[in-house]
Antibody, heavy 123, light 112 residues
Framework: QLQLQESGPGLVQPSETLSLTCTVSGGSISSTTDHWAWIRQPPGKGPEWIGSISYVGTTYYNPSLRSRVTITIDTSKNQFSLRLSSLTAADTARYYC???????????????WGQGMLVTVSS | DIVMTQSPLSLPVTPGEPASISCKSSQSLVYINGINYLDWYLQKPGKSPQLLIYSGSIRASGVPDRFSGSVSGTDFTLKISTVEAEDVGVYYCMQALQTPWAFGQGTKVEIK
């Protein structure tokens, strides 16, 4: 059974950069049919897709965050990471990592999610 | 960007009765292969979203057959044939035709 686990700081200062890592276990991150996604959910609101990355490092970002987001992948560690810069209070959210299916029959399908990590932006 | 609009935003339900949630996309979600790239998720209280339906009408592995998805143009419907108490939570639709994938506002289902 595939499992994903987010890790990183739970509290970040305004204007600083958030760095989160997602560790994948129970399967390989080097899959040609999957991308690896970051999604966030502000308190009391719906989810927002941040972006995703393939095992060869091809990235797709939400245009609303593109100028501040970088997603990277480390296949040797079975991990992928998120960096979000110039943080404000509006970036306070639970951040999830997920496996994103990229097969034509099921594109976008987010079948496996991490438990999520609450990140608070505050001084 | 594609915008997803759900209704209703709140849905009180009675166990044993059917329930229905609507999701409308701002444009067609049909790809050249004929597949509608629309998924449904349920987020139970305090949990991560879980996949219910993908590609418009295909139930995900382990999802009870009381859940079904249907499509009519840009209108998508999630139906629960007989609601059970464990079905409470917030239901989201999500389009995956073109990035950025976009979620609806959510429909909160609670027991009357």
């Amino acid at each position: 059974q595939l499992q994903l686990q987010e890790s990183g700081p739970g509290l970040v200062q305004p204007s600083e950069t958030l760095s989160l890592t997602c560790t994948v276990s129970g399967g390989s991150i080097s899959s040609t049919t999957d991308h690896w996604a970051w999604i966030r959910q502000p308190p009391g609101k719906g989810p927002e897709w941040i972006g995703s990355i393939s095992y060869v490092g091809t990235t797709y970002y939400n245009p609303s965050l593109r100028s501040r987001v970088t997603i990277t992948i480390d296949t040797s560690k079975n991990q992928f990471s998120l960096r979000l810069s110039s943080l404000t209070a509006a970036d306070t959210a639970r951040y999830y990592c997920a496996k994103e299916d990229r097969r034509a029959s099921a594109r976008g399908r987010l079948e496996y999610w991490g438990q999520g990590m609450l990140v608070t932006v505050s001084s | 960007d594609i915008v997803m609009t759900q209704s209703p935003l709140s849905l009180p339900v009675t166990p044993g009765e059917p329930a229905s949630i609507s999701c409308k996309s701002s444009q067609s979600l049909v790809y050249i292969n004929g597949i509608n790239y629309l998924d449904w998720y349920l987020q139970k209280p305090g949990k991560s979203p879980q996949l219910l339906i993908y590609s418009g009408s295909i139930r995900a592995s382990g999802v009870p057959d009381r859940f079904s998805g249907s499509v009519s143009g840009t209108d998508f419907t999630l139906k629960i044939s007989t609601v059970e108490a464990e079905d409470v939570g917030v239901y989201y639709c999500m389009q995956a035709l073109q990035t950025p994938w976009a979620f609806g506002q959510g429909t909160k289902v609670e027991i009357k």
